[in-house]
């Protein structure tokens, strides 16, 4: 992170990251909407993770609202393990905590 930031900050190169997640939303744009799914940010499977200093609850609107849209698209997560798990506010949310370098 950088100096100064607390240890668990999602550093700018992590978030520069995402829009490569993003890149198969957009090229799929124009074939038609799929149906999105709705993730609610204080849902009990993950309001209660720490988004650097805040919980998803409190501050996770944006981390939401990407994990409906990376859902309606069917893009996962790629998982620690190698394998891709389902894209939601408690997935993403762990995928940049451990890419933020």
Same mark, same amino acid.
């Given at each position: 992170p950088p100096r100064g930031a607390p240890s668990s900050a999602i550093s700018?190169?992590?978030?520069?990251? !995402? /829009?490569? &997640?993003? !890149? /198969?939303? &957009?090229t799929l744009a124009v074939q038609g909407q799929p149906p999105y799914p709705l993730y609610k940010q204080c849902d009990?499977?993950?309001?209660?993770d720490i988004?650097?200093?805040?919980?998803i609850c409190?501050?996770?609107c944006l981390m939401?609202?990407?994990s409906d849209g990376l859902g309606g698209y069917n893009i996962s997560i790629p998982a620690a393990?190698?394998?891709?798990?389902?894209?939601?506010?408690?997935?993403l949310n762990k995928w940049l905590q451990v890419n933020q370098s």
């Open positions: 700018i190169t992590a978030m520069a990251r !995402l /829009p490569l &997640l993003l !890149l /198969p939303m &957009l009990s499977a993950w309001g209660d988004m650097v200093t805040k919980t409190s501050v996770g939401s609202s990407v393990d190698g394998s891709y798990v389902e894209a939601n506010p408690g997935t």
